[in-house]
């Protein structure tokens, strides 16, 4: 379905992309805020990406969980073709049949108790709409949240992420959240009764920046019978794990529990920035609390749809859970003193370390292999769900002679 990586190579070549230092031009008038690689990466196919030399990558990265369906997806680029010749911008103030078919669609794969849906552009902006419609529909203002939870870097959702570090400087924060250790049902009973203003509790089915930590089911069942008791908004961030990563369409199926609200954002749009909030009838909102100017755009709701279909036909979450497995069982068979654990539900894997996880990431770039830090010690692995054996073969031995 997608060009051949020779093909790829030859695109950009032709055209001497590696005759300009895109680094140097970054570098000037970039803001600096993310820490960078030394490459620039220009094009991709499947789960490999060549940046402006021509050399190839085998992509563990995925745009951080992103290229799910695996970069330049050709149903995802028809369905975009196709929207945009027809219509790229509709406000929300009118109705359009791409935003309709798509709230369809994610309404019949979300947990039954999932009744409509709000549209977005990314994974924070879902969480700040959660906590606005958890205080518009309960009338509380308070909220618990998981040690090492992440949920974005806006206002509201650093409220909501626990690790301090990217939150000292940016003081005082929205108020009213309070963190407890995540899979301990104990701490987070006495967090509710101590505090009897608790609009919603929002957990990751698996925390992905705060180290590939992976839920409990009899946890969750037993966070969802609290907020039914106590009438607090269940919130699931489904940013990183949903869509098919976990090995399930989304990462609660795997505790058999239902939300009242579910974030989402990354990979439903196989690369065109989209996300949302999958609410329960238990959400109550009114026209004017809130809104996005590109929330539910025709070209995103295009792309999403697309990649969905895609997701079904290939049944990617079959392959994630299958690829997933293989991944685990080859990593737990590598001998190296300097792993502490290894850890993963689907193509999400924590490869926890002994020491600093940043030289190894380092080192695999070196080798032609794309990774990701969880923490400071965690080597994460997110790569496209379509990857084949052959590549996650050759991660895996790169890994194993790294960390030899």
């Known amino acids: 379905m997608n060009k051949s990586m020779n093909e790829v190579k030859n695109h950009f070549l032709g055209n001497s992309l590696e005759a300009m230092d895109y680094i140097e031009l970054e570098n000037r008038y970039g803001l600096s805020i993310y820490p960078k690689r030394n490459c620039v990466i220009v094009k991709g196919s499947g789960a490999r990406v060549v940046d402006s030399t021509g050399r190839e990558y085998i992509d563990c990265v995925g745009g951080h969980g992103v290229a799910s369906v695996g970069h330049a997806n050709q149903m995802v680029i028809d369905a975009i073709m196709e929207q945009v010749e027809r219509l790229m911008v509709c406000s929300g103030t009118f109705y359009n049949d791409k935003r309709a078919l798509l709230m369809e669609k994610l ?7 999932i009744k409509r849906v709000y549209l977005c552009n990314s994974g ?6 959660a906590i606005k419609f958890a ?8 909220f618990i949240c998981a040690s090492r939870g992440f949920h974005g870097r806006t206002m509201g959702a650093l409220s909501a992420t626990h690790n301090p570090t990217y939150k000292e400087e940016f003081q005082p924060l929205v108020p009213g959240f309070h963190f407890v250790p995540f899979n301990k049902i104990i701490e987070l009973q006495t967090a509710v009764e101590t505090h009897p203003d608790i609009a919603g509790i929002i957990l990751e089915p698996v925390q992905g920046e705060g180290g590939v930590n992976i839920g409990n089911a009899d946890y969750f069942k037993q966070v969802r019978e609290l907020c039914f008791r106590k009438n607090i908004l269940f919130i699931v961030d489904e940013v990183q794990t949903g869509f098919c990563r976990t090995g399930k369409m989304f990462g609660i199926e795997h505790f058999d529990v239902e939300p009242d609200m579910m974030c989402f954002a990354k990979a439903v749009g196989g690369g065109i920035p989209i996300g949302g909030v999958l609410c329960s009838d238990k959400i109550e909102m009114v026209p004017g609390k809130h809104g996005s100017t590109f929330g539910g755009n025709p070209l995103s709701c295009a792309a999403a ?6 997701m079904q036909e290939q049944r990617l979450d079959v392959q994630a859970a299958e690829k997933g497995e293989f991944l685990l069982c080859k990593l737990n068979e590598i001998s190296s003193p300097r792993i502490r654990d290894i850890r993963g539900m689907g193509l999400m894997i924590g490869i926890e370390l002994k020491e600093k996880v940043k030289p190894v990431i380092e080192e695999l770039l070196n080798r032609g292999i794309l990774t990701l830090p969880s923490g400071t010690t965690v080597l994460r692995l997110l790569p496209p769900l379509v990857i084949e054996y052959k590549d996650l073969e050759i991660v895996i031995n790169e890994i194993k002679d790294v960390l030899k």
Do not use: D, H, N, Q
């Open 107 to 113: 309404v019949g794969l979300a947990p039954s108790t």
């Open 124 to 129: 924070a902006e879902a969480i700040e709409a």
């Open 135 to 142: 205080r518009f529909s309960t009338g509380k203002k308070e």
């Open 305 to 310: 749809l697309g990649a969905i279909k895609f």
